[in-house]
């Protein structure tokens, strides 16, 4: 096996807004540990391959973010996608990249931008997962759900193939409260979390098979081509005509690091149950996320359930059970034209 | 008469952490209007006596902070007490340099850190209370009442008298919320705000009388006096024995201004109740005290009640409802020896 990892590094977003701007986002933000989270993602990436094949794609805006992130990656394995298109249109121009220089090239394709807590646990799924995709199989990770998640898409697997892989009889649309509690209860069912591995030519035979426009056009302008994800555009329809998909489970303590109320799951809490970081003095407070970026002291008192977020520039005041409107401060921001906030 | 205004710039205090420091007590911050509190109370003083008749009395380590705040004040007027020991030597020490000035002088006292909403009816009360002082009758002024407050002493007084003052009956302590109610609901219960009218040989006779050791001492070392309050060391026991105690009611908007929680009494508010300076965004949040004097964006998305307080090289979030327990950050920073934050 000759394996290369591709690490997606396009993301913008603004969940970790005013830590993440339009030219910092999130896999650059030091949100689990005192690394980047594509920091992270690297070190997970190197018992897998050596530094020489691992691979970045990202936008022209963050070559430089990621060139500062990591000095060790060869100049030519930083793909440059001239616009944000998705994971399909991503993957493919990785695929034939890394093809160009290694004919027998297998894909390890990690996003940037999550945090996984078992590295070793990691290590040993994608190396199972490694293997089933010798195959020709397209292979993706099935994650052990660990709570009723509504915000994730889900796989079900079907019967067990050799080597500890299954096949997958479907991809599963966010499903409501009950839907995710019975999932949850369902060892048949886990989480969609964007791993995959498989052989560079397979899948770009996958897809010629269902994208075909976006398999011509990788050599041409990446920016004519649509904007769509390899779940929708290649898996799902190859787990319904050739079923030349196979899951590997996952169970290593992976976050999606989703928001700020998501760094309780991925950080270490005092005795309250605050995630905190940077100076500061919390009194009669509980489960709060505090982190403190300016180098001011962050004072509280009698709060519950906050995050409390310093920028240097900005201070971000918002519940956790608020945490996905902070972009509706972004879009005020955006609309009062004050870019230097964003 | 011959009025001068005595202002009482001695206080300091933890209410208003991290805007106030050490150096910078509440008196000197804008916290109602864009101009500190002492300058509001020198504003509402000039209509009643020039500024030659205004005088302020501090510590030691606010006397720059007075001359920076009110450049006008005479310089003899700045009477600098060399120890916190309360109100009863501060104003006894005011009425002997202003007697040695002024041998005929009414002394108006004002605390430097209230705010009145309505300066005219303040300037009319006032000038009620300064014609019935001449008596020789210590008057008080009793503020009408406008909620239940548990955290005021109440004044009860008697018969009116002539000229729109009245008897006092007693100073009545802090009531519990039943008894605030019933207070509420009988216009012969008043707040003590410490706003009192005298002539000031009137005060020393009554010095002498309830505090002769105070009195005697006025003119020696200033650190040796008992801390005392004028209320409970000269006023109560007055109206116990003399009954030359008057009070004239006053409704004028007054606040003392207690804590970031009293701000909405104070300020303007935005449509949804906020009280809000500086650089803040607010998205779907209601009733809440947002302060920034650092120059930086303040975002909130989704909170309730909650004051968020930018002092430059702190942030200070807490509930309206627990705005009275910032001395316990207060008491931790002082533990840890900060003293920067202090």
């Known amino acids: 096996m000759s394996l290369h990892a591709v690490i997606l590094a396009g993301g913008s977003g603004t969940r970790f807004w005013p830590l993440s701007r339009a030219a910092r986002p999130k896999q650059f933000l030091a949100l689990a540990t005192d690394r980047a989270l594509i920091v992270e993602t690297w070190q997970r990436a190197l018992p897998l391959c050596t530094p020489g094949r691992i691979w970045v794609v990202c936008g022209p805006s963050h070559v430089e973010a990621v060139r500062t992130a990591l000095p060790a990656l060869p100049e030519r394995h930083l793909i440059v996608e001239q616009a944000a298109r998705n994971t399909a249109p991503a993957i ?5 990249r890394v093809l160009a220089e290694d ?3 297998t894909l390890i394709v990690l996003p940037s931008d999550h945090h996984i807590a078992r590295p070793d646990a990691f290590q040993a799924a994608l190396e199972a997962a490694a293997r089933a995709s010798q195959s020709g199989d397209l292979v993706t990770i099935g994650i052990r759900p660990t709570r009723p998640e509504t915000g994730y898409g889900y796989l079900r697997r079907g019967p067990a193939r050799e080597g500890g892989s299954f096949a997958v009889e479907a991809f599963v649309e966010k499903p409501d409260a009950a839907t995710a509690a019975r999932y949850l209860a369902d060892p048949a069912y886990a989480w969609n979390a964007g791993i995959f591995v498989f052989r560079a030519d397979a899948l770009l035979d996958a897809l010629e098979r269902h994208l075909p426009e976006v398999r011509a056009g990788l050599t ?3 920016a004519t081509l649509p904007s769509i994800s390899i779940d929708y555009g290649v898996m799902e329809p190859e787990a319904q005509s050739t079923r030349r998909i196979a899951l590997v489970p996952g169970d290593f303590g992976w976050s999606d690091v989703g928001s700020f109320a998501a760094l309780p799951e991925v950080r270490t809490l005092d005795a309250r149950g605050n995630a905190v970081a940077g100076d500061a003095l919390l009194v009669d407070s509980d489960d709060c996320v505090v982190l403190s970026e300016g180098g001011r002291l962050i004072a509280a008192v009698g709060v519950e359930g906050l995050c409390i977020i310093d920028a240097g ?6 519940p956790k059970d608020r945490a996905q409107d902070v972009r509706a401060v ?3 921001l ?3 034209r004050r870019t ?3």
Chains 1, 2 share one sequence.
């Open 92 to 96: 493919g121009l990785a695929a034939v």
């Open 334 to 336: 955006k609309a009062q």
């Open 103 to 105: 004919p027998d090239a």
């Open 313 to 318: 520039d900005v201070v971000l005041v918002v």
């Open 340 to 342: 230097d906030k964003l």
């Open 220 to 222: 041409g302008d990446f």
């Open 330 to 332: 972004v879009d005020a």
